[in-house]
């Protein structure tokens, strides 16, 4: 197995505001998990991509209920400063929810020679899960990674992570929690058990 970490819309936009207002918000919560998944992955040199939400001004996202944040070229789309990025991490900016949709995450996972995605961040009904999706619709085995994802309730959360582990995927799709990752990562890379 080779892993790559996909870390999802940690922003300042979308962290930042819970932050400030609330240290119980469930975005909050998982910074020390991803904290711990980043420096792991960090030790072993294996690649990190940060992919971020990067608006444009009157974005077709806003017309609903989205209200405008994100917006490309201001300090609102920068990964919070609690995670890093480290200068060896990629960021990629997305438009839409999931991380492979019109970028090139494809191509340079596979010019990585990376088999398996290791998916984390916010929300995950939303560009966790159709970052995770769409990256198995493209090949490759997939870990959410389930206390290093979070959605605005954690009721919302545990009832989608439910759902994924419903699905017949497994294991190309699997969901892992933090500790049993990092146990069984040095293993999965050496075995390709993953």
């Known amino acids: 197995m080779k892993p790559a970490l996909i870390v999802v819309d940690m922003i300042k936009d979308n962290v930042g505001m819970h932050l400030s207002r609330n240290k119980s918000s469930e975005f909050v919560k998982i910074i020390p998990n991803l904290q711990k998944l980043l420096n792991e992955f960090r030790k072993r040199n ?8 990067s608006f444009m001004e009157g974005d077709l996202l806003f017309s609903g209920r989205m209200k405008p944040h994100a917006i490309r070229g201001t300090s609102g789309v920068r990964v919070t400063e609690e995670l890093g990025p480290e200068p060896s991490d990629m960021l990629l900016e997305k438009r839409r929810f999931s991380a492979f949709f019109k970028t090139d995450l494809d191509m340079t996972l596979r010019l990585w020679k990376i088999d398996t995605i290791v998916t984390t961040g916010i ?11 769409d990256g198995f619709a493209y090949d490759f085995k997939v870990v959410i990674v389930e206390d290093c994802c979070a959605a605005h309730k954690p009721e919302i959360h545990e009832a989608f992570i439910k759902a994924i582990n419903m699905m017949p995927l497994e294991p190309m799709v699997r969901i892992m929690k933090l500790n049993a990752l990092l146990t069984d990562l040095d293993m999965l890379l050496t075995q390709n058990i993953c």
């Open 46 to 53: 294996l690649p990190i991509v940060f992919a971020n939400d």
């Open 123 to 133: 929300a995950t009904p939303g560009c966790v899960y159709m970052t995770a999706m």
